[in-house]
C-alpha cells in the first residue's frame, strides 16, 4: 500500500516562504501524476497545484500562480510545494495526492487521485 507523508508545515508570518515536501513509500510513483490540495476550516478542499510524471506539464491554481511551485523528484519519490510571498489566506492543511497508475498530464479534480497524505498545517499570520 502506498503511504504520503507531508512535511514542512508550520507558522509563518505574511510575506513569508515555505517549502512542502511529500515523500511516497510502497511503491514508486514515479509515473504517477501528483497534486497538492488544501483545506481551510469551513471550507471545501481546493486544487493547489499539479504535475505530470514527467514534471514538465504543470497547474495552479488562480490564487497561488506567480507565488507557487510545485516540483518532483522521480529518483527521491517525493514532491515539493515552494511557497513564496505567503497570505493569510493561505492558512490551511495542505495534502499531497497521487494517483495510482502512469497517465500523461497532470489532474485537478480530488476523485481522480488514489493515495493522499495525512496533511500539513500551514499557518500565516498577518
Known amino acids: 500500500q502506498v503511504q504520503l507523508v507531508e512535511s514542512g508545515g508550520g507558522l509563518v508570518q505574511s510575506g513569508g516562504s515555505l517549502r512542502l515536501s511529500c515523500a511516497a513509500s510502497?511503491?514508486?510513483?514515479?509515473?504517477?501524476?501528483m497534486a497538492w490540495f488544501r483545506q481551510a476550516p469551513g471550507k471545501e478542499r481546493d486544487t493547489v497545484a499539479a504535475i505530470s510524471w514527467t514534471g514538465d506539464s504543470t497547474y495552479y491554481g488562480d490564487s497561488v500562480k506567480g507565488r507557487f511551485t510545485i516540483s518532483r523528484d522521480n529518483a527521491k519519490n517525493t514532491v515539493s510545494l515552494h511557497m513564496n510571498s505567503l497570505k493569510p489566506e493561505d492558512t490551511a492543511v495542505y495534502y499531497c495526492?497521487?494517483?495510482?497508475?502512469?497517465?500523461?498530464?497532470?489532474?485537478?479534480?480530488?476523485?481522480?487521485?488514489?493515495?493522499w497524505g495525512q496533511g500539513t498545517q500551514v499557518t500565516v499570520s498577518s
Open positions: 510502497g511503491r514508486t510513483l514515479s509515473s504517477s501524476a
Open positions: 495526492a497521487a494517483r495510482a497508475g502512469p497517465s500523461r498530464g497532470y489532474f485537478t479534480e480530488e476523485y481522480e487521485y488514489d493515495y
